[in-house]
Structure formats: structure tokens, C-alpha cells
């Protein structure tokens, strides 16, 4: 198992891991955790593979502050350059790990905003910020990508579940509809509900 180097800053705000060559152990053993004014949450491991149930980087509250959805819990981000394919997320089944862009992970920040460097090459970089909203059921998420790539891929994971059960293979249907500049998800489960939280979008 490698080493992992950590530093604290003084006032405690900023928690930042030195994770290169780390092992998904030891990324797996540290969290995040962001809340809002509505109760809604942003929570994984410092690696990105969720390991709780009540793991997710959007929980939203549909009847603030309770009534809590997992409405997006991952997203599977992929980078092809210069011929290579490169896989960002790490997802853990069954103790094993597909993918492992633990691998790929340089550095975590745990600030204001949560930020993974992911160094992909000797000149090639990307960092993921996240950033929960203080006051709506959103989060952000951007990418920024230093150096010369092909392409860059998204796929979010969106479960719409209440945040104490877990999803099944069968048994829900989900309305999928573009929207501008995106897409809107639904949960036939979620139609009764408040009309401030009735999916998820994505931007």
C-alpha cells in the first residue's frame, strides 16, 4: 500500500491530500460533506466512489429540511488523447474496483469547493470542481482540462431514490425529456411531489 501525505491548514477549512500513487484504501477512508439552508447535501469519498447508501452529489430535500432523494450520485467522466482512453471514476463491486481513475487522481481539496487534479500526462491535466448550492437542490460541477485532449465524456448516474432505500433493476420508470442546454429526468414515483423538486436536470 502507498503512502499518503496530508496537510491541514491552520484555521481547519481546507483539508488537502497528496494522493498520487495513493491507494483507493486510503482515498476511501476520508469523505466530504457539503449541506444547504434546504437541508440538501453533497457527500463521497475523497476518490469519488460512493461506499454508503446516503453516498451522493446531489441529495436533495423535496419537503425542506426532510425528504431527502439521491439525485445524482456519480457521474463517469472519460478523457481520450492521443489514442489512449482514460476513465476519471472509480466505482467499487463486489471488492472490486471498474473503474479505477483513482489511479489517474494527483490531488484532493477539500475547500470551499471540493477539487480533484487528475494528472493524465506529462502535459496533460484536468481539475473537477464541486460546488453545492446554499440554497436550491443543485450542484455544479466543472471541468477544466490543461493541455491538448480529443475529447471529454459525461455520463451522470441518476438514481432518484429516497435516500434510505437502494435502487432495483426493475420496478421504476424514468421520463427523460431534452430540455435547453440540457435534460430532465423524472422518477414515475416522484410525479406527486412538490413541484420544487419533481427530478433531476442536467446542464
Known sequence: MHSTDSSISQDRLKFSIRSSGGSPEALGS?????SNTLGAYSSSTLCGCGTRRYHGLLVGATHPPVGRVVALSTV???VRADGRVMDLATNEFDG????EG???LDSVTDGVAVEWTYRLGEALELRKRLLLSPEQNAVVLRYDIDGEFDTLTLRPFTNLRDFHALRHKSGSHFDVRTISNGMSIAADWMMDLSKSFCGARIM
Open 76 to 78: 463517469m467522466e472519460q
Open 102 to 104: 483513482y489511479r489517474w
Open 96 to 99: 472490486a474496483m471498474s473503474p
Open 30 to 34: 476520508r469523505e466530504f460533506l457539503r
